[in-house]
């Protein structure tokens, strides 16, 4: 079936620093990859998103590729602040067969921004 | 941009108690709606995923008669944690997928349970 594997964490970080989370996956076909964040004791929210190879999801400052060759949609973002603490999940949505419109998430990075 | 509402944020009761817990989508109508818990530091875990008009798919593992949902309208999809018993406390999650394609799922903000 389908997976996703994210980087250990937790990742402590300086204010201004730079940020990445990795983030493969296993899936047939061509899933959709997402990057959602949680906030300590809320749901979940959408930080980006990116439907085939090559497109690249952005929002807030963080960035993520879609690349197929290497079945990795990586984290990114050059100057994280205090407020970007958070749990970050990367998720795909299979594409077909059992899998399709299934969400999979990663096990998740906790992410500590200090001043 | 679509909203899903999910109601109580928390509940605390007594061990034996069944506990509904509701989730709606706001602006659009949702065929498909799912069901997720959140252990402490841990990943979502799919319990269930629940149809419009028909019954509830459930995961692996996942008991059908302890976890009762209900999807009666296409805005409103209800999970009841029937006899809680403090393993069940845990952090549930429901989300809605607008019908077009392999469109992100728009999450509630999570409804902590915590069973006495």
């Known amino acids: 079936g389908d997976s996703v594997t994210q980087m250990e964490g937790p990742v402590t970080l300086s204010e201004e620093a730079f940020l990445t989370i990795n983030c493969t996956y296993t899936?047939?076909?061509?899933?959709?990859l997402f990057w959602y964040v949680q906030y300590p004791g809320e749901g979940l929210q959408l930080l980006l998103k990116a439907t085939k190879a090559d497109d690249k999801g952005s929002n807030k400052g963080f960035e993520a590729t879609y690349r197929k060759e290497t079945t990795s949609f990586h984290l990114e973002k050059g100057s994280v602040q205090v407020s970007d603490s958070a749990v970050y999940f990367c998720?795909?949505?299979?594409?077909?067969?059992?899998?399709?419109?299934?969400?999979?998430f990663g096990q998740g990075t906790i992410l500590t921004v200090h001043p | 941009g679509a909203v899903v509402s999910q109601h109580p944020s928390r509940v605390i009761c007594k061990s034996g108690t069944s506990v509904k817990i509701e989730c709606r989508s706001l602006d659009f109508q949702a065929t498909t709606m799912f069901w997720y818990r959140q252990f402490p530091k841990q990943s979502l875990m799919l319990m269930a995923t629940?149809?419009?008009?028909?019954?509830?798919?459930?995961e692996q593992g996942v008991e059908k008669d302890k976890f009762l949902i209900n999807h009666a309208s296409l805005t409103l999809s209800t999970l009841t944690v029937t006899s809680a018993h403090p393993e069940d406390s845990s952090f549930y999650i429901c989300?809605?997928?607008?019908?077009?394609?392999?469109?992100?799922?728009?999450f509630g903000d999570g409804t902590r349970l915590s069973i006495l």
């Open positions: 989300s809605a997928r607008t019908p077009t394609g392999n469109q992100p799922q728009h």
């Open positions: 899936a047939t076909g061509y899933p959709s």
């Open positions: 629940s149809n419009e008009g028909s019954k509830a798919t459930y």
């Open positions: 998720a795909l949505v299979g594409a077909g067969g059992t899998s399709y419109g299934k969400l999979t």
